[in-house]
């Protein structure tokens, strides 16, 4: 996101800025990560299936020649189970048809490496010896981690090498099996569809004729991939695989498995966070019909019944006395107060110096007292701004579920999660078992958004299977401790002050964010003896790198502690600070009396990529072309997730409501393995993006959520969904994300339209434009 | 015990007459089709059909339903659903699909009263929930399966 022409004013800083990062992981700078060679892998570590030969780590051909793909993302709806077989294939050469995904099982050359480079504490497109190295320390640390994980918009990054290496090496053995049956050089071999064709062209051998011989060379060290000119599916449309089970009914998720001999568990969870039980009473409960057993873990008690409803029933039989916790009379104002003083007190770790935007401000400041005595001049001028955005919950719509099976010193654990590999480790350390006799089972997962990158239910589901002799328990929580004990999107605070010349234009900016470090919080749930003070990127992303061209700036995180326990929400820290400063630029440029995309142009002369996705963006929306009278329009762009994305927003006040009509979605993603999963999460994304600013607030009084089910939290309806026009930017980047990057730009993007319909600018979210609040009044 | 027809065979279930129909379904019938969302009526991912119109099941007691004709998503040989479905995968409705047993079923209510819905019928009727954000995609296959005009494409390129 920073090219050539970013200046660090103090590299000093941000070497230890790296060095954090990677001594976090108890790594030096230096290390070098994984090829996708090395992440080939040996065919033992697929499980075996009969009249399959795995041929390598990542794929099995049956002799019919159906070609089977492990897939170690978890397929929530973003298309991993096509998108990554779709890799695979193209270098293989394979029969579309033919080719089959499954999940994988939890193996090191399975881990996600990409995913670790969002840790890195600078964009990824930057170039240097130190982005390198803190590149190659980051992704080994994800391997040496096994962090076999789905999320970070990373699948397609991190898989883009080693499952065309490995489509690439299965494609050469069968080859070479194939020449030698018909005594001809490899090299004059072709592929296609799923068979090797003999330098003649007439003689056809298929894929599973070769196989098991195929299985029995080594393979070679170095494979050539195509040109992206030769791809035959990478880019093509290919109708996702998982689609057909999810229109019948038929698609499994972890709400839905049924185990012989199961059981069912409703939680009654501590309402306060921290609080754990002190003593409970069940024996009315277990007067009811089909309960089996109320029982206690820690933080909640469990009803365990024949069916789920009757165990989710009997739990208003139970009485439960909850511990006293300083949490108690905790609200969210009290966090508020933190930020405030946080932010008062001006401290803040330094994520990017460039100039001296702290002294130009000051000089800004004194030169607007003298201009403001002598009237007439304008002079330079300060410009001051906090903005804020709540804490959200997930709502995915699959509610928390887990199934768990502890007998005979093994465990057996089905569960939609994004984390597999901490699933599994979570299981065993619960357990006291070795992670080798925990057997996951990965069901599809109905909504991921970050809150199944936490292991919370693993954990819960496999303490009352140690308490249902042997029985498989299954877990689900209602919708309302769904809402109630989400690891919420942080809520944030940032200070913003510019400096603007005589004439209008910034020439420093001086940023400071405070909130609860999402990254940081999460790796002290896995390893409570790591430290919760380092720098975290998530936190501060999207601030930090700020696209635009201004002389002087000055980015700092301030990390501010509460009971309210955080983690990663679709986007993560792009979600709020991508509305700070997609906001505030724009207030800078109507300071200046810029029309908004100019002003952002003309900022992004180093930003090639940039540039040409808010161009785009601005044709395609028809920026400054007349509108309805009543309408006004927006912009906002955002990179993220190594991809870049801008939309325009159109709306209006209809019947005291906020009306969103048109977004135009222009995104720069890299190459596009996949078009429609890219349009599809951008429509997506704006969906979710438009329900958090207009309605997502999650809000804490005597330390416990008060939202509980979607009518306290509404999700955005199909009735007010806008029109969405999305369009991809073609490029011959690597790939970048795809599933969060549609996120950020859209409540600045709104909030910046209402601006233009009123004046008045929205510094908080969700947005609520005060002719709202007067129409609702009135009515 | 309580007696009904599923998807036009006859079932029954001993259990509590106030047990939702939704649970009956799922965790005495395994039929896991239909999906469990809040229990509260508000985001239809539990949508099924009694006597042919769209009901929210986890808000309907099962004793409600006995002797009557209940349908669910593995329904088979409906022409309507049939068409929905087909139209569901031609545009790639989709992602994660939690909610889109419900969805269909509600779509296929939508049609069986009314085969050529506008975008305003479309609004009025389909209030499920989806947190992927399918809804541009559900509208789209709705018109398609209804043979009715689409609202202006999306621009792809």
């Known amino acids: 996101m920073m090219g050539a022409q970013h200046v660090v004013a103090d590299p000093g800083r941000r070497r230890f800025l790296l060095a954090g990062a990677a001594l976090g992981g108890g790594l030096l700078v230096g290390c070098s990560a994984p090829t996708p060679e090395d992440r080939l892998g040996s065919p033992d570590v697929l499980p075996v299936r009969e009249g399959h030969v795995a041929l390598n780590g990542w794929v099995r051909i049956a002799t019919d020649g159906t070609v089977t793909v492990a897939v170690p993302r978890a397929e929530m709806g973003q298309g991993v189970f096509t998108a990554l077989p779709l890799l695979l294939a193209e270098e293989l050469d394979a029969d579309w048809d033919d080719v089959r995904a499954e999940p994988a099982p939890v193996d090191r050359i399975y881990a996600n490496q990409a995913m670790m480079l969002n840790a890195l504490p600078f964009g990824v497109e930057e170039d240097g010896w130190l982005v390198r190295a803190g590149s190659a320390a980051l992704e080994r640390l994800g391997s040496v981690l096994s962090l076999q994980a789905t999320g970070g918009s990373s699948s397609i990054r991190d898989a883009w090498g080693p499952l065309r290496v490995a489509g690439a090496t299965a494609r050469a053995m069968l080859v070479q099996v194939a020449a030698q049956r018909w005594q001809v050089d490899a090299s004059a071999c072709r592929t296609e569809a799923g068979r090797v064709i003999h330098p003649d062209g007439q003689r056809k051998l298929g894929y599973g004729e070769l196989a098991s011989d195929a299985a029995k060379l080594a393979p070679p060290e170095h494979v050539r991939l195509k040109d992206p000119k030769q791809f035959r599916l990478i880019g093509r449309a290919a109708p996702r695989q998982d689609i057909p089970a999810k229109v019948n009914g038929s698609a499994v998720f972890g709400i839905d498995v049924r185990v012989p001999g199961m059981v069912f568990a409703s939680l009654i969870q501590a309402p306060v966070f921290g609080a754990d039980v002190a003593a409970f009473d069940g024996s009315e409960a277990l007067k009811q019909r089909g309960i089996l057993k109320v029982v206690r873990i820690p933080h909640a008690v469990a009803v365990i019944a024949d069916s789920w409803w009757r165990a989710k029933q009997a739990r208003a039989l139970v009485k439960v006395q909850w511990t006293a916790t300083p949490n108690d009379a905790y609200t969210s104002q009290d966090l508020a107060r933190a930020a405030d003083e946080a932010l008062r007190d001006g401290f803040g770790m330094p994520y990017l110096m460039r100039g001296d935007a702290e002294g130009r401000i000051e000089q800004a400041r004194k030169g607007s007292q003298a201009s403001s005595q002598a009237a007439e001049d304008p002079g330079p001028r300060v410009l001051e701004a906090r903005y804020h955005a709540p804490h959200l919950s997930h709502g995915a719509l699959e509610p928390i579920n887990c199934t768990a099976r502890v007998h005979e010193g093994r465990v057996e654990l089905w569960v939609s999660t994004q984390v597999a590999s901490l699933a599994r480790w979570r299981a065993a350390q619960v357990a006291g078992v070795e992670t080798d006799q925990v057997t996951l089972h990965l069901p599809l997962v109905g909504g991921g958004f970050g809150r199944r990158l936490e292991v919370d239910m693993v954990e819960q589901a496999v303490r009352l299977a140690m308490q249902a002799d042997g029985r498989p328990v299954k877990m689900v929580w209602t919708r309302e401790e769904d809402t109630q004990h989400d690891f919420y999107r942080p809520a944030a605070w940032a200070d913003f002050r510019a400096a603007l010349d005589e004439r209008g234009r910034a020439i420093a900016w001086h940023n400071r964010v405070a909130a609860q470090p999402p990254t940081n919080m999460a790796t002290v749930r896995l390893l409570p003896w790591a430290s919760s003070k380092l720098p975290d990127k998530s936190q501060i992303e999207g601030a930090f790198d700020v696209p635009y061209a201004i002389e002087h700036m000055k980015v700092q995180q301030l990390q501010l502690e509460s009971p309210v326990p955080v983690g990663f929400w679709r986007s993560v820290g792009h979600s709020y600070n991508a509305f700070f400063t997609e906001c505030f630029a724009d207030e800078l440029a109507h300071a200046e009396g810029a029309d908004p995309v100019a002003w952002r142009l003309a900022r992004l002369g180093a930003q090639p990529r940039h540039r040409a996705v808010l161009d785009e963006v601005a044709r395609r929306a028809g920026w400054g072309t007349p509108l309805p009278a009543g309408h006004a329009r927006g912009v906002a762009l955002q990179g993220s997730f190594g991809s870049i994305c801008a939309q325009v927003v159109e709306a209006s006040f209809e019947g005291g409501e906020v009306r969103v009509h048109r977004v135009t979605c222009v995104i720069d993603c890299g190459v596009v393995v996949h078009p429609d999963t890219v349009v599809a999460q951008m429509q997506g994304s704006i969906v979710f993006a438009l329900t958090a600013a207009l309605h997502g607030e999650i809000t804490v009084a005597e330390g416990r959520v008060q939202q509980s089910s979607f009518p306290d939290q509404p999700l955005l309806p199909l009735a007010r969904t806008p029109r969405i026009d999305v369009h991809l930017v073609p490029s011959a980047h690597p790939p970048g994300g795809v599933g969060e990057p549609g996120v950020p730009p859209l409540a600045p993007a709104l909030a910046n339209a209402l601006f233009g319909l009123t004046g008045e600018r929205l510094r908080s979210l969700p947005l609520r434009p005060k002719v709202v609040a007067e129409a609702t009044a009135v009515s | ?157």
């Open chain 2, 1 to 157: 015990m309580i007696q009904f027809q599923l998807n036009g065979r006859p079932v029954q279930a001993d259990v509590e007459p106030d047990m939702p129909l939704l649970w009956v379904l799922r965790d005495e019938l395994g039929h896991t089709g239909t999906k469990f969302g809040c229990g509260v009526g508000a985001c239809g991912a539990c949508t099924v059909h009694l006597q042919g119109s769209a009901i929210r099941s986890c808000v309907m007691p099962v004793v409600a339903v006995a002797g009557q004709s209940v349908q669910t998503i593995e329904a088979e040989g409906d022409a309507v659903l049939e068409r929905l479905q087909a139209a569901w995968v031609k545009h790639q409705v989709p992602q994660c699909g939690y909610c889109q047993s419900g969805m269909l079923m509600a779509a296929a209510s939508l049609l069986r009263q009314n085969p050529h819905p506008t975008d305003a019928d479309i609004d009025a009727a389909m209030t499920n929930l989806c947190r992927c954000g399918t809804y541009v995609r559900v509208r789209a296959a709705i018109h398609t399966a209804a043979e009715t005009p689409a609202p202006p494409k999306t621009e792809v390129a």
